[in-house]
């Protein structure tokens, strides 16, 4: 692989945080392979913003959860040009009381939360493997942490996610790929947009909901030469809304 090049595919980028580490790789100089299921104009928005920025920027419209469609999209064009970082940030929500939850909530959070991040790795680790160096950072949640009632299927996917990552940590560590996760609590995206925000801000410690670009930059850091010695590490950044 050129030393000179190198890529960082962010799965689930087209808006909010995954935009947002989208555009803060491109400015330190990655070229984006960026996923999306069906937002076209925002993810072909961001294309534009991230060639403004004199990156390359290149488009995979599939669903996550759709093993072979995953594969299909991403496997050859991983073994021709391994990506150097790969930064999984799809994801759902639909939340319910576990008593009224039904079968298809909890599959399809599953599906996407935590198989897609297999579907996805899958799909690029052996060509990181062989080029022995990567960074993969998986997009957690406070929720995978601490759980949140409405929220099992979700937490489970989350923590579930947590889980992968450190006993995928621990299978790669010796190839000199550095797996790692960041946890976001409160973001001003559009997920937070049923929540009753006001109520959650004054049980914050810094009262205030976080941003992408605070998301973003922890992410940018871990795929850095910087954080060449984290390993299978879990960072939360929530403002202090849960601590461990």
């Known amino acids: 692989m050129n030393d000179l090049r190198r890529i960082a595919l962010v799965a689930g980028?087209?808006?909010?945080?995954?935009?947002?580490?989208?555009?803060?790789?491109?400015r330190s100089g990655f070229d984006i392979w960026l996923t999306y299921k069906s937002r076209h104009e925002e993810a072909q928005s961001l294309q534009g913003e991230i060639h403004a920025l004199g990156r390359d920027c290149e488009l995979f419209a599939f669903d996550v959860a759709d093993y072979q469609a995953t594969h299909d999209a991403l496997s050859q064009k991983a073994d021709a040009t391994p990506p150097h970082a790969v930064v999984y940030n799809a994801g759902i929500a639909k939340d319910n009381l576990m008593v009224w939850m039904t079968p298809g909530e909890w599959n399809d959070v599953i599906n996407v939360n935590l198989n897609g991040f297999f579907n996805v790795v899958k799909a690029v680790l052996f060509p990181m493997l062989r080029e022995k160096r990567g960074r993969i950072v998986a997009i957690t949640s406070v929720s995978g942490e601490v759980g949140q009632a409405g929220q099992v299927n979700y937490a489970a996917s989350k923590a579930g996610l947590i889980g992968t990552v450190k006993a995928l940590?621990?299978?790669?560590?010796?190839?000199?790929?550095?797996?790692?996760?960041?946890?976001?609590?409160?973001?001003?995206?559009?997920?937070?947009?049923?929540?009753?925000?006001?109520d959650i801000v004054p049980h914050i410690p810094l009262q205030r909901v976080g941003t992408a670009d605070e998301v973003a930059s922890l992410v940018n850091y871990l795929c850095s030469d910087?954080?060449?010695?984290?390993?299978?590490?879990v960072f939360s950044v929530n403002g202090g809304l849960a601590m461990s």
């Open 226 to 233: 910087e954080a060449s010695y984290i390993q299978g590490q």
């Open 13 to 26: 980028g087209s808006r909010g945080i995954g935009r947002a580490i989208a555009l803060r790789l491109a």
């Open 169 to 198: 940590a621990r299978e790669v560590g010796k190839k000199n790929i550095l797996v790692n996760a960041v946890s976001p609590g409160l973001i001003e995206t559009e997920m937070i947009g049923h929540l009753p925000v006001k």
